[in-house]
């Protein structure tokens, strides 16, 4: 069952910084030599790899609300991706923290994805995030947005920044690709909801996305090929929820839109733990370290804004 308490208690901690220590963060070494296919990781950014090459490794992959800039928190914004380390045996798995901000699933497999790819191999496992960014199939400033849906329905384009010819495809069916290339090298890949933004309903409750967006096309490529997925979406809105709006202003940097502070990056990886260990089979979970311990299952069987407390009664 889904102790609420239990993860209201260590979302309390996160918000007092008396859970996870600062210094542990996504493992990194930095490769200076960066391949000239990772058009987007130009201007000196770090590449993080996988530090111990005879372990296997957890790739993360996404955009700015995985990884921010260069994940060292500048201007006081943080990503997911480079909390999450706490809460695995780092002596058992590297955890590589490959997200882009200002990416798309489109962007991302296009310009990075060959790169992580090459580096997987048996054992390894991917979380992907996709859908906080979006805008136009093609314009002169970033053409980074994918046609809506799962489907296998195309438009040709002579891309307006890079001048190069392309075929762009739907959110969804970058994400199966992904899928299908991380399982032909004998990983296992698996598929996230978009983390909800700092928006809330007139009844007091967080704003989710619904099934005709990023978050619903997510699950439904994942359910298309039967791949785990992760509802932080709807993990994470729950949390806000109990929290309230005022307490869920510190996880977010003001008028920097979805973007968290290192409370909310903190918060957020917590939630996705939550949701590893609500999969019916998780092959992350001989990993976790004594950081996860006790940290309960993700239950979305019940109905949203009703607490185990409210159930039992």
Known sequence: MYSLNRLILCLALILSGGLLPVSIRAQTNEETNIP??????????????????????????????????????????WGWGDEIAPFFDTTKINVVNRALGGTTSRTFYRDLWPR??????PGDCVIMQFGTNGGAVNDASRARGELHGI???????????????????????????????????GATPMVCSLIPRNSWRTNGMAVRNGTNSAAGWARQAAESVNAPFLDINEIIARQYDELGREKVQALFVAGAGPHTSLAGAQTNALCVVVALKGLKENPLAQYFSEKADGIPPADLSLPTGTTTETINQ
């Not at 790899?49 to 928190?73: E, K």
């Not at 992580?116 to 191999?121: G, Q």
């Not at 891309?159 to 399982?183: C, L, P």
């Open 116 to 121: 992580v790819l090459a580096m997987l191999k």
């Open 151 to 185: 489907g296998d329905e195309t438009q040709a384009i002579t891309n307006m920044v890079t001048g190069k010819f392309e075929t762009v495809h739907s959110f969804g069916w970058y994400e199966k690709q992904m899928i299908a290339d991380a399982r032909s090298k």
């Open 36 to 77: 000239p296919t990772d058009v987007l990781a130009r201007n000196s950014r770090v590449e993080n790899v996988p530090a111990n090459t005879n372990l296997p490794s957890l790739f993360l992959i996404g955009d700015s609300t995985v990884r921010n800039g260069r994940g060292r928190g500048d201007d006081g914004q």
